[in-house]
């Protein structure tokens, strides 16, 4: 099993940018990508970006350049840079992960989501 856990999120005014954090722990050889999703209210759950093992990014092509994902060198904690947040950025973002290169097709494990807000 493979434990994700989410912090940064929070409360934000529009033009600020913001920094998730998703640390991993438990079976980490067991995945390859870690990645973001996020949903708001009455919507599907959205995919953001995914990080390989190797450090291979991937984007959703709705995703603006705004956004950068990144991992720290041990490869257990992923991060989301999010430049100049703006009011549709509201969402619970969660992190993913799974055995594939990214996590758009296949996730073994979430996260428990973490509050993003961006409000005057």
């Known amino acids: 099993q493979v434990q994700l856990v989410e912090s940064g999120g929070g409360l934000v005014q529009p033009g600020e940018s913001l920094r998730l954090s998703c640390a991993a722990s438990?079976?980490?050889?067991?995945?390859?990508?870690m990645g973001w999703y996020r949903q708001t209210p009455g919507k599907q759950r959205e995919y953001v970006a995914s990080?390989?093992?190797?450090?291979?990014?991937n984007y959703a092509d709705s995703v603006p350049g705004r956004f950068t994902i990144s991992r720290d060198n041990a490869k257990t904690t992923i991060h989301l840079l999010i430049n100049s947040l703006k009011a549709d950025d509201t969402a619970v973002y969660y992190c993913?992960?799974?055995?594939?290169?990214?996590?758009?097709?296949?996730?073994?494990?979430w996260g428990q989501g973490t509050q993003v807000t961006v409000s005057a």
């Open positions: 993913a992960a799974g055995p594939l290169r990214t996590v758009r097709d296949r996730i073994d494990y």
């Open positions: 438990g079976a980490i050889s067991s995945i390859n990508a």
């Open positions: 990080i390989s093992s190797g450090g291979l990014r």
